[in-house]
């Protein structure tokens, strides 16, 4: 021991003894004190033949804005949270570590010894617990928490990352003590919320709130517990008279449909909390938090939790039965005294409520209410309340998915309209298939439907399914709405409450000139077989969802817009509608959308639609359309030019890509229409390396040669190989003609 004192002895001041920690590790007695000169070098990594602690773990505390538990583009590191690890050592004492993360959000614990570790972080203000994100050794994330980190003894532990939400002016947080009685292991903890909404302006028919981030957190027998649960989306409406609400699996949240003036209290939010070992009774510090957003300015929300113990509930939220309102409501299904939130499919089996009461206690004391005022995204300039009421029978149609619609933008620089999509299902661009069952049998046609090749993806002019408004081959819903994405265009300019070019008057529908992101078709069936004959819309099956990223040529989504997981951006061309003598500068039009979202499980089907009044100022500077076109065709007279005996090639894939004159990436994708022809339109001029067309060869036909065409009559491009031409340069209202594409059939 004395040559190891003496070693130390330059930097330890007062030590009376060494003694062995738990670890085996020798460290200074209470008694000593250390100086500043102390400096461990990496030399030193032995002593008495044991290892130094040399296991590390380290992280990014980051504002995971969209809360996906990734650290997106724009998302920042969160300086000043503190971070704390803690293990227990060979002993069984608990142990614990903590700092404060660096400006950029970083931390490190270095020196830590081979154990199994948890992470925790307690954030500064303005923001609450995201997801924690395990990292290179494993572990379980969970709210604010990272657990079951298991190190070797020099195991360097990295990408721990922990989710800081931003609080936003509508987060709220209610906290109570509950539940004196001990909760068995085995049993479950109903958490339910209620709310009542207020401020609704005058003349609206519609509004929505949404409930996100939503955790409940507590301490019991001296652990904490921290819970996720599922978000929330209250929809209010004048055409709902009947309150509903529904769990969505695959978006873990909350659907609830209220009457638009309903004032008394409905279902907020709700959550299962198993318990798997005996708590304690006096269950303390019980928060639940939640972030409120709507779509409308000057709402205000009253909201209250309670908890209710159950020896059973089951796993499946929509099979507990909640009950939507408060009382003996002659709008709710459940007629009875209950109040809201109620499981009523197992009130039999509740164990006891947040005070013990047991009895017909089941959603139990509530705890005090608490206002907010839910923070007003508005991305949507322009916007006008909609519908109008009238006589018209198609005015009184429920439109009951209008959030799908997330903002939209007039772009005069661009001339261009842009619509944003955002729901938990992607976008339905069309029917792409109508069976017709009669008692002879089915009849199918399948209608051309802009094909996803990548996701995101993007398509220029895209095809968009049936398009007949009327009879067993219409592309319309159950309602008789088109299931495309269309803009319907009133001018209102001399009457502003003028509706003739509304869909509810007969007015035309415009098909989008672009889409990008993420998007999928649609089946219908007309069943002629029943005693009354049937029609039914079903979505085909989601793609992987893209979190708002848009892909290629699109342009970035307005800040404030929640991911849902499915976000579409839908572009009509404004100065091709001025070229073809639609829309005249200086007048003012209300510009109505129509968007169908992708499960179509409500009556009469799943639409939004909103409306926005805009003053056209005219042409862009971009107005004279820049577009490049062509051919795809069987090279039948093996020339490889087109030409007599040769015909048109439907539905095949023409892409075009590079980089446009302001350096921006371009990727768009279009298909041949029945007489083989594609036109790319709208497009901004090319940089000094020219646009590149491929065509991708489908059935049984292969690329054969491709032919350059012309740009303001001189030949421009090349054709390096077959099925691709490239060099391509545009200016502002350059028209590429005669780009085809022979195609051959393989062997």
């Not at 099956?541 to 997981?565: I, M, R, V, Y």
């Amino acid at each position: 021991m004395s040559a190891i004192k003496k070693l130390l002895n330059n930097s330890w001041q007062g030590i009376q003894k060494l003694r062995p920690s738990a670890q085996g590790m020798l460290r200074p007695s209470a008694q000593g004190t250390r100086s500043n000169s102390l400096r461990f070098t990496p030399e030193l990594t032995v002593l008495e033949g044991r290892e130094v602690p040399s296991a590390s773990i380290s992280g990014v505390v980051f504002s995971d804005i969209n809360n996906n538990g990734v650290i997106d583009p724009g998302e920042v590191g969160v300086g000043g949270a503190k971070v704390t690890v803690s293990w227990i050592d060979n002993s069984g004492k608990l142990n614990s570590q903590s700092q404060n993360t660096q400006a950029n959000g970083s931390f490190t614990f270095n020196n830590l010894t081979a154990a199994t570790y948890s992470i925790t972080e307690q954030l500064p203000g303005g923001y609450f617990n995201g997801e924690g994100v395990p990292g290179s050794s494993g572990g379980t994330g969970g709210v604010g928490t990272i657990s079951g980190v298991t190190l070797g003894s020099s195991t360097a532990a990295t990408g721990y990352n922990l989710g800081a939400l931003p609080q936003s002016a509508g987060w709220s947080a209610i906290q109570q003590n509950f539940n004196p009685a001990v909760i068995t292991a085995g049993d479950t903890i109903w958490f339910d919320a209620g709310l009542k909404v207020g401020g609704l302006p005058p003349g609206a028919t519609s509004a929505a709130i949404d409930v996100t981030g939503q955790t409940i957190s507590f301490t019991a027998g001296g652990q904490n517990y921290s819970y996720n649960l599922p978000d929330s989306e209250i929809d209010l409406s004048s055409s709902t008279t009947t309150a509903s609400m529904s769990y969505d699996a695959v978006e873990n949240e909350w659907d609830v449909d209220l009457p638009l003036n309903y004032g008394g209290n409905a279902f907020m939010g709700g959550g299962m909390v198993p318990v798997t070992v005996n708590l304690p009774g006096n269950i303390s510090n019980v928060t639940w938090t939640g972030n409120f957003s709507g779509d409308t300015s000057g709402l205000n929300v009253n909201w209250q939790w309670g908890a209710a113990v159950y020896s059973s509930l089951g796993t499946d939220y929509n099979q507990i039965n909640v009950k939507p309102l408060d009382g003996p409501e002659p709008v709710t299904a459940y007629n009875n005294g209950d109040h809201a939130g109620t499981p009523e499919a197992f009130k039999s089996n509740v164990v006891n409520g947040a005070t013990g009461n047991g009895g017909n206690n089941w959603t139990g004391n509530l705890s005090g209410g608490k206002g907010v005022t839910p923070t007003f995204i508005n991305n949507n300039a322009g916007a006008v309340l909609y519908p109008f009421t009238s006589s018209n029978p198609l005015t009184s149609i429920a439109f009951n998915e209008s959030t799908v619609l997330a903002a939209a933008k007039l772009d005069t620089t661009n001339g261009t309209f842009d619509l944003w999509y955002s729901d938990e299902h992607a976008m339905t661009l069309g029917v792409s298939q109508v069976n017709v069952v009669t008692k002879s049998g089915t009849q199918t046609t399948n209608y051309a439907l802009a094909s996803l090749t990548s996701n995101p993806g993007s398509a220029v002019n895209p095809a968009i399914g049936a398009t007949a408004t009327s009879g067993d081959q219409a592309g319309v819903d159950t309602s008789g709405r088109p299931m495309a994405p269309e803009l319907f265009i009133t001018d209102i300019t001399n009457n502003p409450t003028s509706l003739a070019g509304d869909w509810q008057y007969g007015g035309t529908g415009y098909a989008p000139n672009a889409v990008f992101g993420t998007w999928k078709g649609a089946v219908k069936t007309v069943n002629y077989t029943t005693s009354t004959p049937t029609v039914t819309v079903t979505c085909l099956s989601d793609p992987a969802q893209n979190s708002w990223n848009l892909g290629a040529g699109s342009d970035a989504p307005p800040s404030g817009l929640h991911n849902e997981g499915y976000g579409t951006e839908v572009r009509w061309n404004l100065d091709a509608l001025y070229q073809q003598g639609i829309l005249l500068p200086g007048h003012t039009y209300r510009f109505y959308v129509m968007v169908h979202d992708g499960d179509q499980n409500k009556t009469g089907g799943d639409a939004g639609q909103a409306a926005y009044n805009y003053t056209y100022p005219g042409p862009s500077s971009n107005s004279l359309v820049t577009s490049l076109s062509g051919t795809v065709f069987s090279d039948n007279n093996g020339t490889g030019v087109f030409g007599a005996g040769d015909s048109g090639l439907p539905t095949m894939t023409v892409t075009l890509t590079g980089t446009d004159a302001n350096g921006k990436q371009v990727f768009l994708q279009t298909t041949t229409d029945a007489n083989g022809n594609y036109t790319f339109t709208g497009l901004t001029a090319s940089d000094a390396n020219g646009y590149t067309l491929t065509v991708t060869p489908s059935g049984a036909y292969m690329n054969g040669q491709a032919t350059p065409g012309t740009v303001n009559g001189n030949t421009d491009g090349t054709s390096p190989q077959f099925g691709v031409i490239s060099g391509i340069t545009l200016s502002t209202g350059n028209q590429g003609t005669n780009y085809n594409f022979a195609e051959e059939l393989a062997d």
